[in-house]
C-alpha cells in the first residue's frame, strides 16, 4: 500500500503477519462465542431461564437500585425496543421484573427486579461463577490468566463498562477478595 500500513502481497492476498492476525482473531472471537453459549447452557440447565432473560438478570443486578432504563436494556442485549419488551413482559409475568417510571423524566421507563427476581439472579450468578470455574480449571487457564485476558480485553473495548476498570464503587465484588457482591 501507498500509506505504507501493510506490506503489499502477491495477487492482494494478505501478507503471513496479517493471515497470523486475522487468525488470532478468528480464534479469540469464535472462542469466546463457543464459550459464552456453552456457558449459558450450563446456566440455563440451572435456572431454566432464557440467555436473554439471563442476561437482563445479572445485568440489573449490578446496577444501582437493581434497575435500568428500558432502552439500556435493549443496547445490552442488542435487541429492539419490541424485543426488549418481550423479554421484560416475560420476566414481569414470571414476578422476577416490574416496570418503575423515571423520577426525573416521564418518557422513561425503569425495568427493576423485584425481591423475587434478585433472588433470581443472585442465583443464576453463583450457577455462572460456578460453571465458570470449572470451565476455567478443567482447560488449566487458572484465575491469574483469566483475569489478565479479561483486563487485555478491557483495554481493546472501545465503550468499556464500569466493571472493567476493576474493583471500586461503580464496580462492587468484581474480585472474590474485595469483600461483598452486588447483592450486599
Not at 4 to 17: F, K, L, N
Not at 71 to 88: E, H, I, R
Not at 143 to 171: H, K, M, S, V, Y
Amino acid at each position: 500500500m501507498a500509506d505504507g500500513t501493510r506490506a503489499e502481497s502477491a495477487e492482494g492476498c494478505p501478507t503471513a503477519q496479517d493471515a497470523a492476525l486475522l487468525l488470532q482473531w478468528h480464534t479469540v472471537q469464535s472462542g469466546l462465542r463457543r464459550l459464552n453459549d456453552q456457558l449459558l447452557a450450563d446456566v440455563k440447565r440451572a435456572s431454566h431461564a432464557a440467555s436473554s432473560s439471563l442476561q437482563v438478570l445479572w445485568y440489573l443486578l449490578t446496577v444501582p437500585e437493581h434497575a435500568a432504563p428500558m432502552n439500556q436494556l435493549s443496547q445490552l442485549m442488542g435487541f429492539s425496543t419490541a424485543g426488549t419488551t418481550k423479554v421484560v413482559d416475560r420476566l414481569s409475568e414470571a414476578g422476577l421484573l416490574e416496570r418503575r417510571p423515571s423520577r426525573s423524566d416521564r418518557r422513561v421507563t425503569y425495568a427493576a427486579l423485584t425481591p423475587a427476581g434478585l433472588a433470581a439472579a443472585s442465583d443464576a450468578s453463583s450457577a455462572l461463577a460456578a460453571a465458570l470455574r470449572r470451565r476455567v480449571a478443567a482447560a488449566g487457564v487458572g484465575t491469574d490468566r483469566f483475569a489478565a485476558l479479561a483486563a487485555d480485553i478491557a483495554l481493546l473495548d472501545p465503550a468499556p463498562g464500569p466493571c472493567t476498570a476493576g474493583p471500586g464503587p461503580e464496580c462492587p465484588g468484581a474480585r472474590a477478595d474485595t469483600g461483598p457482591g452486588p447483592c450486599q
